[in-house]
């Protein structure tokens, strides 16, 4: 199963403890700004994900959603 990590961006403070928290290397700091003047996270390398959720689940803005993917059966 992989994951896809889905960021609402205007939520986001830049608190950088999911990019602690993912042990995938899957999220930095965006050079975006939002509308209150933060630069949020963002998917740098979403192959890498693989839908734990760690970052999601520390995140305290509840700012990232994780969808997972099934694989298809063949």
Known sequence: MRGQ?????ER???C???IT???HDVLRISAAINSK???PVEAY???NCTGCTFCATICPD???TIMRKRPERK
Do not use: F, M, N, T
């Open 5 to 9: 990590v889905i960021v609402d961006q």
């Open 12 to 14: 986001c403070k830049e």
């Open 16 to 18: 950088s403890l999911c």
């Open 21 to 23: 928290a993912c042990p």
């Open 37 to 39: 003047g933060y630069h």
């Open 45 to 47: 390398q979403p192959e």
């Open 62 to 64: 509840v700012a990232l």
